[in-house]
């Protein structure tokens, strides 16, 4: 069983920056993929950016340049560097973790971090 706790949440003047955190309960060295979701009001939730054990890093196309998705196996963490925030980027953003098992892939959710970015 993952435990996913998640930092770093708030409020953020639109073109500010945020960096959000996530520290597993377990050593992450083994977890195919970290990543980071969100959910805004009334939409459903979806990737921002992941990162793989092999290396493999993912960014969604309003991800790029902006954020950056950053794994630190020591720390058993995930982080996640938000720059040039929008009011569109109000959400819910969400710790996931995937684990691949003899049953398949298991998912892990931490508690979600809201951030609104006011118009």
């Known amino acids: 069983q993952v435990q996913l706790v998640e930092s770093g949440g708030g409020l953020v003047q639109p073109g500010g920056s945020l960096r959000l955190s996530c520290v597993s309960s377990?050593?992450?060295?083994?977890?195919?993929?970290l990543g980071w979701y969100r959910q805004g009001p009334g939409d459903i939730r979806g990737l921002v950016a992941s990162s793989r054990n092999t290396g493999e890093i993912e960014y969604r196309k309003f991800a790029e340049g902006r954020f950056t998705i950053s794994r630190d196996n020591a720390k058993k963490s995930v982080k996640l560097q938000m720059n040039t925030l929008k009011p569109e980027e109000t959400a819910g953003y969400f710790c996931n973790a995937q684990e691949n098992s003899t049953s398949g892939i298991k998912q892990y959710w931490g508690q979600g971090s809201q951030v609104p970015v006011p118009s």
């Open positions: 377990v050593d992450i060295t083994s977890i195919y993929q």
